[in-house]
């Protein structure tokens, strides 16, 4: 993922008054901190949360590099999510996200961002780990994310089967709402119209977490025929959605 937005622009856009220092991301990866827009007592708040979910029963909290996606279709039966899509939404600010596909031995990334490159929203689910039960408590609680996915649009559809739900502004304030009742919620979980993205290929930089500056974004360079082939790197961006 990335987000660049100045966070004085995200106040706004999301109707948030925290201003956290926010530094600009070009490559965000799971199991790192994002930040997630939330419904509490005060109102909405903007928070860091871990990207891969932490049940709130887990003895181990690496199970979160497991669960940085919930299908759609199978959240509200699946143990780790059934709660947050029913208690503990949130919207996931962003600019952009990445895809990757095969291209011979090597692995072609692709961005998708907003035709007017406005930031945007995806469904999130959240939850809190306080430690193991009947285990000694972390240092602090652990607050944690899972991005929401549901079959590809046309847009999408030729790089992959799977794409994250793309909230339309008009659908944040339900989404947010923890009384608003499941099935009105679940019918949020669709693909985005086909005409609202778009896709752009990019350089192999931000195949590896390692990178993470304006140059992620791009254009690959012509490469020669007999060019060396793709190694896997500890550090290789996996498939995200």
């Known amino acids: 993922m990335l987000l660049t937005t100045p966070v004085s622009e995200l106040q706004r856009i999301f109707g948030v008054p925290d201003k956290p220092n926010l530094k600009a991301r070009w490559n965000v990866a799971p199991t790192q901190d994002i930040p997630i827009v939330r419904e509490e007592e005060d109102g909405r708040r903007l928070a860091l949360a871990r990207w891969g979910l932490v049940p709130h029963w887990a003895a181990d909290p690496a199970i979160g590099a497991r669960m940085i996606n919930a299908r759609a279709e199978s959240a509200a039966e699946k143990p780790a999510f059934r709660e947050a899509l029913r208690r503990r939404r949130c919207l996931v600010p962003l600019d952009g996200f990445y895809e990757w596909t095969a291209a011979g031995p090597r692995r072609q990334g692709h961005v998708i961002r907003r035709r007017d490159r406005a930031p945007f929203a995806l ?24 991005i929401v996915t549901t079959t590809a649009n046309a847009t999408l559809s030729a790089l992959h089967e799977r794409m994250p739900v793309v909230l339309d502004p008009a659908d944040w304030e339900r989404w947010l709402d923890p009384a608003a009742p499941l099935p009105a919620v679940q019918a949020l979980l669709r693909p985005a119209p086909d005409d609202w993205l778009e896709v752009a290929v990019v350089g192999p930089r931000v195949n590896s977490v390692r990178n993470d500056d304006p140059s992620c974004l791009d254009p690959p360079s012509p490469q020669p025929p007999d060019g060396p082939s793709r190694r896997k790197a500890a550090d290789d961006q996996p498939t995200l959605f």
Not at 125 to 143: D, M, N, S, T, Y
């Open 123 to 146: 469904a999130g689910l959240w939850e809190i780990w306080r430690g193991p039960k009947g285990g000694p408590p972390p240092e602090r609680p652990l607050e944690s994310v899972t």
